[in-house]
Structures are given as structure tokens and as C-alpha cells.
């Protein structure tokens, strides 16, 4: 497959040092940042899987296409297909999130979620470029 020009990117950093978790998604075409969150210290596949969340709900409320996401997180993806998290930390934001998956099950199924390559294609365009 060739790398992806279409699509919503998501990706999350977490500094223990800083003790911050972050992340943001940028629509492949045009290299736009969509969002960016912050959420204190929580781990990376929390955001990784938040990211992709918030995506799949940015998705449905600006009626954005193609409806297909991109996460070079394998957590991230077996938690949203899951519909929920294997987190030990329980927050707010997870909750929220495994109820929104479930609430709109029927369109969430319209959303097409793939892992990225970044050995075929390159970094992720989400990336946060701190490694």
C-alpha cells in the first residue's frame, strides 16, 4: 500500500520527565493541525487512544471525508475496536470516550481506523518530532 494522502493523523507523546501527556491529529492533505490536547500525566497509549477518539468525533460532527483514521498505536486501535480501554487509570476522559463509542457504535462502524507504517511510510505526520 502506498502511504496514505488522505485522512485524519493522530498521535500522543507523554513525558515522565515534564510528567504530560498530549495529543493532537493533522489532516493528511493539507498538514492542518485539527486539535490539540493536553491531559496532565496519564500514560502514552491514553493518548495514543483519546487521540483516536477525538478524531472519530471530529469526524462525525464536520461531516469529514474520507471517514478513515491513521494511529501507529496497536493499543490504540484494539481499545477503540474494543470500545473500551485495559487502562489500570481510570479518568474522566475514558469514560467519556468508551461511552461515546458505544452511544454511536452504528457510526463509528462508518469509520475506517488503520495502523500506519512508519517503517514504510515515514513518521507519522501527527508526530510531535521529540524523539
Not at 88 to 110: D, H, P, S
Amino acid at each position: 500500500m502506498a502511504r496514505p494522502t488522505q485522512g485524519i493523523t493522530t498521535d500522543g507523546a507523554h513525558s515522565t520527565k515534564n510528567r504530560v501527556t498530549r495529543y493532537r491529529a493533522v489532516d493528511i492533505s493539507t498538514g492542518e493541525e485539527l486539535f490539540i490536547k493536553h491531559l496532565g500525566n496519564q500514560t502514552i497509549n491514553i493518548g495514543e487512544f483519546l487521540a483516536v477518539v477525538e478524531a472519530a468525533q471530529y469526524i462525525l460532527e464536520n461531516d469529514y471525508y474520507p471517514r478513515v483514521i491513521f494511529t501507529d498505536s496497536a493499543t490504540a486501535i484494539a481499545w477503540f475496536k474494543q470500545k473500551r480501554t485495559a487502562s489500570k487509570k481510570r479518568n474522566t476522559a475514558l469514560l467519556k470516550a468508551e461511552v461515546f463509542l458505544k452511544a454511536f457504535a452504528v457510526e463509528i462502524a462508518t469509520i475506517e481506523l488503520h495502523h500506519w507504517d512508519n517503517r514504510e511510510w515515514g513518521e507519522i505526520p501527527a508526530d510531535f518530532g521529540e524523539k
